[in-house]
């Protein structure tokens, strides 16, 4: 697939070199900085300076300005040129012998130092001799299979060893004491200190040119067989695959990651990354390709062009835009080593966000969650894709330049919903994995809201998980999320969370009693009232324990635990005044009501908690509760001196019992009042008004024989009379009953002697009217029409009226 890795410019135009002489070609160029020269086939070199210009809109040219020329007299072809800077000397080869020339006015040097014999040679660019001043040039000799090696200085050269290889040497690189030759049949690495060399791959000189160019430290680029570039060590090992490129390259070299190779039509580019081709350009009739310092100069015989390469970012996120993330993603690992190592991070983490929410558009959550965390994205960019997550409180703005082309999740999806939700729940997996990690730090509440939100809205079970625990989810927009979607009880947690137990308290009430609905907890009330009993607010406890106990009589614990609040909490305001205050009041009639209601509650456990309290009146209804009546009224007579409350306690513990039972305690109570060893008038008072007002209550003549004889009729006139009255009611009543129940014994009495007042005769020819069967026994039945029947048709004959009946009304009802 096609990446655009360069761009062609033109550096030297044919006019600027040869004008209108159109037998001038270019043999070989040389580039040291800005100084390009140029040898011709006609001996001469040119020297140029190169510009290089970016405009505004990014556009790189060159401007290049002659110096001058230098023709060497020799009329024959310059082959090679190579500049020795250190030196400020340009090597030339012609006519098979090195010159030295000066490289600023190409004068050769004054003492005519030169190296003859030389059929082609290269620089040693790791040189062993350490001496700054000169460098080591390898030269393959006219000689049959020779090499030899020499040190250049600025005036002289000196060779410095000779070495015979076994077959002819067609080309050469040099790398410190390494040379890679290849020879006419084969490719070889010799090491010329040692004389030890090591075949490396076969190739056959005659039918295509050999390139041998050192692309690293002990590393070479080799023309191999099949139309492959090899590369190879000088173990004689490749560290890198072979990349496939046309079987008639002419020229290659690397500009990392790229190897880039010249044919006789194009130019063309691999990844040394993943091998693949990235891009081709047309070039027609080009012969030269060389790399300078990481410039890469191609030229035909009549012009010179640089390939300039386009940055590294363009050419990734050119891939990005094509959503080619694995070439994106290894392009951008290769390029760790021509960037500085603070910038390409930078690069490299945006880069893993951009090609992570391009797996996250295709569906591919795993990818893309690996991608997000290994760029540490700002979980926030994600989350800003799903409208309405971000909390309105959220300062959060997205990259610039943005990391993805999407305006949020709808244009993502297309308003597919499958996907939408799908995204939805990678979302939700991602932010939950990601909240408790250093990813979040900063802006927690945003991943705490946005996960709830995502939870509400898929009824989720992790939503409560979320809310019991600790969580960061900002009250305001996640309430009223919840509120939106219904999820009450989950809204009561959070309210709980924020420390707003009456908020959450209200909430649950209202959903227990069907004001408003949510199925989240069948078991709510039962959660309400653990919750309560754990609550350490007092105040909430008081305003919803009678609600708790409305709403659900039957759990004796709770009846228990609420009543030990009401007596705790009243025992606990009495040590603090002696005086009842109205919340005291208040509580003490909460308590008696409670224990004069309820049957659920333990009273022997309640009774020993007040124990040694003031609280006669609550000890006198809890034995009211264990029938233990006479104890009871003692507390209210002889202690409170409370005779009205006395009074009360007979009628209210009497309630739904019978005539006997209640009586029997206002007879208790009589008793109480009249004991031989109570002398007290208020007593005696007492109970004359207990007699004079309940009249009713008392059996007259056990009252009689109670009284002391000392007291007057008038004292209890209004006992007597009611009594009296109650006795003359009672005594007319019955007689009307009486009168009543003899007259209905006298009508039943008529219709019997009426009955038997016609005889009936029953003989053998008499027949039953039903089965017209004569009748074989006394025993009949008559109808009041006179008709006879036997008795077992006469009860069939009831029962068939009867179900013709009930059919008949089942029928009429439909």
């Known amino acids: 697939?096609?990446?655009?890795?360069?761009?062609?410019?033109?550096?030297?135009?044919?006019?600027?070199?040869?004008?209108?002489?159109?037998?001038?070609?270019?043999?070989?160029?040389?580039?040291?900085?800005?100084?390009?020269?140029?040898?011709?086939?006609?001996?001469?070199?040119?020297?140029?300076?190169?510009?290089?210009?970016?405009?505004?809109?990014?556009?790189?040219?060159?401007?290049?300005?002659?110096?001058?020329?230098?023709?060497?007299?020799?009329?024959?072809?310059?082959?090679?040129?190579?500049?020795?800077?250190?030196?400020?000397r340009l090597l030339v080869l012609c006519d098979n012998t090195i010159t030295l020339v000066n490289m600023m006015n190409l004068e050769p040097v004054p003492t005519g130092a030169r190296i003859k014999g030389a059929v082609t040679f290269a620089l040693n660019e790791n040189p062993v001799s350490g001496d700054?001043?000169?460098?080591?040039?390898?030269?393959?000799?006219?000689?049959?299979?020779t090499i030899q090696m020499f040190m250049v200085f600025e005036d002289r050269v000196q060779i410095v060893k000779e070495v015979f290889t076994p077959e002819q040497p067609c080309a050469v690189a040099v790398d410190g004491y390494y040379l890679c030759l290849a020879l006419t049949t084969q490719y070889i690495i010799l090491n010329y200190n040692t004389g030890v060399s090591q075949d490396l791959f076969p190739?056959?000189?005659?039918?295509?040119?050999?390139?041998?160019?050192?692309?690293?430290?002990?590393?070479?680029?080799?023309?191999?067989?099949?139309?492959?570039?090899?590369f190879a060590t000088v173990d004689g090992i490749s560290q890198h695959a072979p990349v496939h490129w046309s079987e008639n390259v002419v020229g290659a070299a690397l500009c990392f990651p790229y190897v880039v190779a010249l044919d006789d039509e194009f130019i063309t580019v691999h990844s040394m990354l993943d091998q693949q081709q990235k891009q081709t350009l047309p070039f027609k009739e080009g012969h030269i390709l060389q790399d300078f310092e990481g410039k890469v100069i191609v030229a035909t015989n009549k012009g010179v062009y640089i390939l300039v390469p386009l940055p590294l970012e363009k050419q990734i996120q050119d891939l990005l835009a094509s959503h080619r993330v694995e070439e994106a993603l290894l392009l951008a690992k290769g390029a760790r080593r021509n960037i500085p190592k603070e910038k390409f991070q930078v690069m490299y983490k945006r880069i893993l966000q951009q090609a992570g929410f391009i797996q996250f558009a295709q569906l591919q959550f795993l990818e893309a969650k690996e991608l997000f965390r290994s760029g540490q994205l700002d979980?926030?960019?994600?989350?800003?894709?799903?409208?309405?997550?971000?909390?309105?409180?959220?300062?959060?703005?997205?990259?610039?330049?943005?990391?993805?082309?999407?305006?949020?999740?709808?244009?993502?999806?297309?308003?597919?919903?499958?996907?939408?939700?799908?995204?939805?729940?990678?979302?939700?997996?991602?932010?939950?994995?990601?909240?408790?990690t250093e990813v979040a730090n900063g802006y927690k509440e945003d991943i705490d809201t946005a996960l709830l939100k995502l939870y509400a809205e898929a009824n989720h079970e992790s939503l409560l998980?979320?809310?019991?625990?600790?969580?960061?989810?900002?009250?305001?927009?996640?309430?009223?999320?919840?509120?939106?979607?219904?999820?009450?009880?989950?809204?009561?947690?959070?309210y709980h969370y924020n420390g707003q137990d009456a908020a959450a308290l209200q909430l649950w009430v209202k959903i227990v009693d069907g004001h408003i609905e949510d199925s989240t907890r069948s078991d709510l009330y039962e959660y309400i009232v653990d919750f309560l009993t754990?609550?350490?607010?007092?105040?909430?406890?008081?305003?919803?324990?009678?609600?708790?106990?409305?709403?659900?009589?039957?759990?004796?614990?709770?009846?228990?635990?609420?009543?030990?609040?009401?007596?705790?909490?009243?025992?606990?305001?009495?040590?603090?005044?002696?005086?009842?205050?109205?919340?005291?009041?208040?509580?003490?009639?909460?308590?008696?009501?409670?224990?004069?209601?309820?049957?659920?509650?333990?009273?022997?456990?309640?009774?020993?908690?007040?124990?040694?309290?003031?609280?006669?009146?609550?000890?006198?209804?809890?034995?009211?509760?264990?029938?233990?009546?006479?104890?009871?009224?003692?507390?209210?007579?002889?202690e409170l001196k409370d005779f009205r409350a006395a009074e009360e306690y007979c009628v209210w513990n009497s309630e739904n019992r019978d005539t006997q039972y209640r009586r029997r305690l206002f007879h208790m109570l009589l008793s109480v009042y009249l004991n031989p060893g109570a002398s007290d008038c208020a007593l005696v008072m007492a109970a004359v008004d207990l007699l004079n007002n309940h009249a009713a209550e008392f059996d007259t003549a056990l009252v009689l024989q109670l009284v002391p004889d000392s007291w007057s009729v008038q004292l209890l006139s209004p006992f007597l009379a009611g009594a009296v009255r109650q006795s003359i009611h009672t005594k007319r009543m019955t007689q009307a009953a009486l009168g009543l129940a003899q007259a209905e014994n006298l009508i039943y009495k008529y219709e019997k002697v009426k009955q038997k007042g016609t005889p009936i005769l029953l003989s053998d020819k008499n027949v039953c009217q039903v089965c017209q069967n004569p009748f074989?026994?006394?025993?009949?039945?008559?109808?009041?029409?006179?008709?006879?029947?036997?008795?077992?048709?006469?009860?069939?004959?009831?029962?068939?009226?009867?179900?013709?009946?009930?059919?008949?009304?089942?029928?009429?009802?439909?």
């Open 132 to 145: 700054p001043f000169c460098v080591e040039v390898c030269i393959i000799s006219v000689k049959r299979r």
């Open 1 to 88: 697939m096609s990446v655009k890795a360069f761009k062609l410019v033109s550096a030297v135009e044919r006019e600027m070199l040869m004008g209108d002489k159109n037998y001038i070609n270019i043999e070989c160029i040389e580039c040291c900085g800005k100084n390009l020269y140029i040898g011709t086939n006609d001996c001469f070199i040119y020297h140029f300076l190169l510009d290089e210009k970016i405009s505004t809109a990014g556009k790189i040219t060159f401007a290049a300005t002659k110096q001058l020329h230098k023709y060497l007299g020799l009329k024959k072809p310059v082959n090679e040129l190579k500049a020795a800077s250190a030196l400020t």
């Open 465 to 494: 998980d979320l809310l019991v625990s600790e969580n960061f989810c900002l009250l305001t927009d996640s309430a009223a999320w919840l509120e939106k979607h219904k999820k009450y009880f989950a809204l009561g947690l959070l």
């Open 534 to 638: 754990f609550c350490s607010d007092q105040d909430l406890v008081w305003k919803y324990s009678e609600w708790v106990l409305q709403k659900n009589e039957e759990k004796e614990k709770y009846h228990t635990h609420l009543a030990v609040l009401y007596l705790e909490e009243i025992l606990q305001l009495k040590s603090v005044t002696t005086d009842n205050c109205t919340e005291t009041t208040e509580l003490l009639v909460k308590l008696r009501s409670l224990l004069q209601k309820s049957d659920l509650y333990r009273i022997n456990f309640i009774l020993e908690k007040i124990q040694g309290t003031d609280l006669h009146m609550e000890n006198a209804i809890l034995y009211g509760k264990l029938e233990e009546h006479e104890k009871a009224l003692h507390i209210l007579v002889h």
């Open 203 to 230: 190739y056959c000189s005659d039918e295509k040119r050999p390139i041998v160019k050192r692309i690293g430290r002990q590393e070479f680029l080799l023309a191999g067989p099949g139309g492959l570039g090899m």
């Open 379 to 436: 979980v926030r960019e994600l989350i800003s894709l799903y409208p309405f997550l971000l909390p309105t409180s959220s300062s959060f703005i997205r990259s610039h330049p943005p990391l993805h082309e999407y305006a949020d999740l709808n244009q993502l999806t297309q308003g597919d919903q499958e996907k939408m939700t799908k995204c939805k729940r990678f979302l939700m997996s991602y932010l939950n994995e990601v909240r408790s």
């Open 776 to 814: 074989c026994e006394p025993v009949f039945v008559r109808y009041p029409n006179g008709g006879m029947v036997h008795t077992h048709c006469a009860a069939n004959r009831h029962l068939n009226s009867t179900m013709t009946h009930h059919s008949s009304s089942s029928s009429n009802q439909t």
